[in-house]
């Protein structure tokens, strides 16, 4: 044999290892610093901590709506409320009359 066939043999036979090594890289890589990653990891958590910050904004919302929903139900009209809905959609407030909203919470 000659130095050239052993070189050749050689380097064919060091093919399918060279390109399992890079596939396996590639892999490793991938999985450090791809979209769904290690490094990626950080800026999920930064985005479910303002996701929730906005959840707890618009659960806050959601129950002021269905108190007033609740406050303004046929069956059980909170008095006050529909004399201030009514006057405001209608626009019959005198332009003496101030409206103070109070929070559903407070007591007079």
Sequence with gaps: MTQRHKIRKSVNRAVGPTV??????AMIG???????????WGDYRQSVEKKRVVLTELTKKQKDLQNRVNLLDGRRVDPDLADEYVREKLGVMHPDEIAIPMDGNEKP
């Design 30 to 40: 991938y999985i450090i610093f791809g979209p769904t990653g290690l490094y990626a």
């Design 20 to 25: 399992a090594v890079i596939a396996v890289l």
